[in-house]
């Protein structure tokens, strides 16, 4: 049942009626007895939103003679989203990012990005994309300003964005310097301040963390949250699992060009059931693992390392270990639980895919 206030035509006195979606009810103006009728709307379904994908790659492949760098990969980065992909060296996933862009030819599969063929359309395709190759190269004669200035005029921007591009990344003190002077980290920030001319919407780093000190890594990773936090789509691969882990929304483990799984990094370990691993502290343990251990069922693995004892068991059957190890009279100093990281699925999601 609806509840509706309408207006008499006549003497604009608000009448109160009630009806049901689509129904035809008779109306009469108690204070001017104008007569009408009044038809509720029919009810509306509400629309769930569909989701919106900035990168959409299906079935993609790619061989090179008798390898196959890239086998009948798919993902989909969703608009707004960190997203990773993830996987060792040599997994695929400079060819992959290549084939995304449209810099080498795929064998098989489509791309596309906001909604762009990467075949059909690849110039309005790579137009909304900045994109950070693994090896970040500039002309080592030129300042970070002339870089910059040049790469403005090939995409048509103004200079004046160059300046504060250089000051955000933090090279402002090293800018009258020759880029043939600078240290891998400091080309490193000049790519990421090149790739932010225009504000493009997609961003596509291939390795922007590798080879760099903790320092520049920091700087970098926080660069990559701001323009996240601007509104932009950013796909970036990795080696590096804590930077994955500390970054992304979801990631997609790839090995040997094929995806290995595809999800958000909670899920990742909880759909493994990697389990947690207990490190309890024991006067005068000296390295022995305590007979009662072996006795407890769902415990997987057990070791002793001086004082401390490692153990790796179900969530469930932590108490339980802790009293029974108490029952025997060992003194327990300190109990710590380690939760599975992303590292644990990688390397059981790896190993499974061999």
Sequence with gaps: MITKTVMCPNCKDKITIQGNPGEKVQITCSKCNTKGVFKFPAEVTEQVPTQSFSIEVGGLTKKYKDVTAVNNLSFNVRTGEIFGLLGPNGAGKTTTIKAILGLIHMNSGNVKINKHDIKKEGIEARASVGFLPERVAFYDNLTPLQTMNFFCELWGVDKAVSKPLIKEVGLEDAIDRKVGTYSKGMVQLL??????????????????????????????????????????????????????????DRVAIINKGKLIAEDTVANLNKYLRIKPRLEISIQGLNGRIPEVIKTIERVENANAKGDTLYITCESSIKSQIIATLQNTGLKIDNIKTIEPSLEDAFVKLIEGGE
């Design 191 to 248: 790519g990421v301040a090149q790739v932010m001319i225009g504000k493009p919407p997609v961003y596509i780093l291939d390795e922007p963390m590798a080879g760099l000190d903790a320092r520049w890594v920091k700087i970098i990773r926080e660069k990559i949250k701001m323009l996240n936090k601007q509104g932009a789509t950013i796909l970036f691969s990795s080696h590096i699992l804590s930077e994955v882990e500390n970054i992304c």
